[in-house]
């Protein structure tokens, strides 16, 4: 059941122009009321619009970040099978510098005995032309 306030209040609001005059003090009171009800409304309304901006924007953020953290993850998987390639690489670089090594050790022992081989030959010609 609707008092003449309300309906004065729904006929000014809807636009028809059809608003009716409190007919009493009371009845001034309920339609104030009415006004500050619908004033409290609408700053409700408000808030629950700004509300809602405030969550889209906020998911907004969130799924950039979640797309940002992604191409991160993506980056340090892709750093970490370059450093494990570069682990292979320097351990292979490592083997064959040692091996090199060793080679240039037998090289270095080869070449010893031949010059005392040779040294021999020198002497032992050198021993002969006398």
């Known amino acids: 059941m609707i008092n003449h306030s309300a309906q004065y209040v729904e006929n000014t609001i809807n636009g028809n122009g059809q608003g009716m005059a409190p007919k009493s003090k009371l009845e ?3 339609y ?3 006004l500050n ?3 409290r409304l ?5 808030i629950v619009e700004q509300m809602a901006h405030a969550v889209l924007a906020t998911t907004d ?3 950039r970040l979640g797309e940002r953290m992604d191409f991160l993850s993506l980056q340090v998987q892709q750093q970490g099978q ?4 570069q682990g292979y690489q320097v351990y292979t670089i490592t083997d064959a510098v040692q091996t090199l090594i060793e080679n240039q050790a037998d090289s ?13 030959l020198a002497k032992a ?3 002969q032309r006398r």
């Open 28 to 30: 001034g009171i309920d």
């Open 108 to 120: 270095a022992k080869q070449l010893n005995d031949l010059m005392i081989t040779i040294t021999h």
């Open 37 to 39: 009800k619908l004033d």
């Open 125 to 127: 010609l050198e021993h």
């Open 61 to 63: 953020v969130v799924d």
């Open 42 to 46: 609408d700053r409700l309304e408000v």
């Open 32 to 34: 104030l009321e009415d």
């Open 82 to 85: 370059q450093f494990q390639q």
